[in-house]
């Protein structure tokens, strides 16, 4: 994914052709909304494990485009909050279409989880129960991103609307994982 930042924004998606040391060459679907000398965001990977980086567009020929790059890549996380490892089973609940989906959580923050599923639910609407630590709690969330291939999803759910008492288990259960990276740390 290529972003055009700045007073005309646009963007344009395709493929990793080859990388060097200050240069990326990208297969672009489509056309670029953009002209050489123009200042873009190149953003590589699968969400929940994606790198971006400031470029520079060279040229284009074809379907290939060509960016110096700026500033090396680094790590590039939307959902904002610090995620800490967490392996519990839970089912994603579509409220589209009222299917479950067992699966298992892989991380969770203040703001989302991922979730590991077999098959990827219809909708964006979603419901997780969790039982962790003794409590339970049924979050709204929001699918916000999937990666992976049939028999293997990744959903990347941001929490959508949560209600005092949702809110208190996750911060109990965040808190909870932290103290635990923390005493790993000391150690």
């Known amino acids: 994914m290529i972003w055009r930042t700045g007073s005309s924004p646009g963007a344009a998606s395709g493929r990793l052709r080859t ?5 990326v060459a990208l297969h672009i ?3 670029l909304p953009w002209q050489p000398e123009t200042e873009v ?3 590589l990977g699968e969400i929940g494990h994606r ?15 060509v960016f110096n790059l700026l500033t090396h890549f680094r790590p590039f996380d939307l959902r904002g909050q610090t995620r800490y490892p967490l392996f519990a089973t839970t089912e994603v609940r579509s409220l589209a279409v009222q299917s479950r989906h067992p699966g298992r959580v892989l991380d969770i923050s203040l703001g989302g989880l991922a979730v590991e599923v077999a098959t990827n639910p219809l909708g964006k609407q979603v419901e997780v ?12 969330c929001e699918i916000v991103g999937v990666a992976g291939e049939e028999g293997h999803f990744i959903l990347h ?28 740390h000391a150690s």
């Open 19 to 23: 990388i060097s040391g200050e240069g």
């Open 29 to 31: 679907d489509g056309d």
């Open 41 to 43: 965001l190149v953003v």
């Open 51 to 65: 790198q971006v980086a400031r470029a520079r567009h060279v040229m284009s020929r074809g379907s290939i485009a």
């Open 129 to 140: 129960p969790l039982h962790i630590h003794g409590f339970k709690a049924t979050l709204p």
């Open 157 to 184: 759910l941001k929490f959508a609307s949560l209600t005092p008492p949702q809110q208190a288990f996750i911060r109990h259960v965040v808190d909870h994982l932290q103290c635990e990276a923390a005493l790993q």
